[in-house]
């Protein structure tokens, strides 16, 4: 299960912390990037509320959501090198990205660091089926993600230049049917790469019988730079896996994801 070392800090103490990493950005720049994790905290935070969430609970997730910020920041840190120069061995769409973030403060660049800092906090601290529904915010109801017996996974498959990593597994009743759920997110091999969305619309979930649910996965709206998703297929007691399916380039690629040991309800 994930580490809560960041239940007891406040958002104020994570920011600074993961800044604090942060020493190749201006003044100015490392103000942008507080302000875009301070603003992606509170989205957070909002949208566990309208899910129905008690304001302690639903800051006490969104913290505990957010990753370790010492690794964050380390690892938001190696996407801002010391001039453009350095990065010139570095693919043209990751070689863009940093060029237009450390030498122009513009709007949309602000932007572009909080969709690279939300997919590089993907590698590090995956996101639950809560935070993907979260997310959600162009629904005009609320997703509610499936609630039963949950697992952590850690299974990661490459789609072209992307990695699908498939984070929780879920299994319990959803509108009267036995529903295993699985989170997953799909982001660039190269932190601030951009995600193929055909990656995604590729990828369908059922169970050992071949069997799909027609609302079958759903995502929260993409940045770009990473997908989050959530996965539903139907299945009965006795099964022990769901089976992720994708075509890509010609080719059929099959991912077992295994249900919870624990029982099913």
């Not at 929780?168 to 660039?188: K, P």
Request: with cysteine; charged share 25%; net charge negative.
């Amino acid at each position: 299960m994930k580490d809560d070392f960041t239940t007891a800090m406040d958002r104020a103490e994570y920011c600074a912390q993961v800044l604090s990493h942060l020493r190749r950005l201006s003044r100015r720049e490392r103000e942008a990037v507080r302000t875009e994790l301070e603003e992606h905290i509170e989205d957070h935070v909002r949208a566990l509320l309208d899910l129905g969430y008690d304001p302690q609970l639903a800051e006490q997730r969104t913290m505990a959501a957010m990753g370790d910020p010492a690794e964050v920041g380390r690892e938001m840190e190696k996407q801002y090198p010391r001039g453009w120069r350095i990065v010139a061995g570095v693919s043209l769409v990751l070689c863009v990205f940093v060029m237009f973030t450390v030498l122009s403060n513009a709007k949309y660049n602000v932007r572009m660091m909080g969709y690279a800092w939300e997919s590089i906090v993907c590698r590090v601290s995956p996101p639950e089926p809560e935070e993907i529904a979260a997310g959600m915010s162009y629904r005009k109801e609320p997703y509610i993600p499936v609630s039963g017996v949950r697992e952590e996974v850690d299974i990661r498959r490459t789609i072209g230049n992307d990695v699908l990593r498939v984070c929780w597994i879920t299994v319990g009743e959803q509108d009267g049917q036995l529903t295993a759920e699985a989170a997953a997110c799909i982001y660039d091999k190269i932190p601030g790469g951009l995600v193929s969305y055909p990656s995604f619309n590729e990828i369908w979930p059922e169970n050992q019988r071949g069997e799909q649910m027609v609302l079958s996965r759903m995502a929260a709206v993409p940045n770009s730079m990473l997908f989050k998703a959530l996965l539903r297929a139907p299945v009965q007691p006795g099964d022990d896996h769901i089976t992720l399916r994708y075509a890509w380039l010609g080719e059929t690629v099959s991912i077992d994801v295994p249900l919870p040991k624990e029982d099913m309800p």
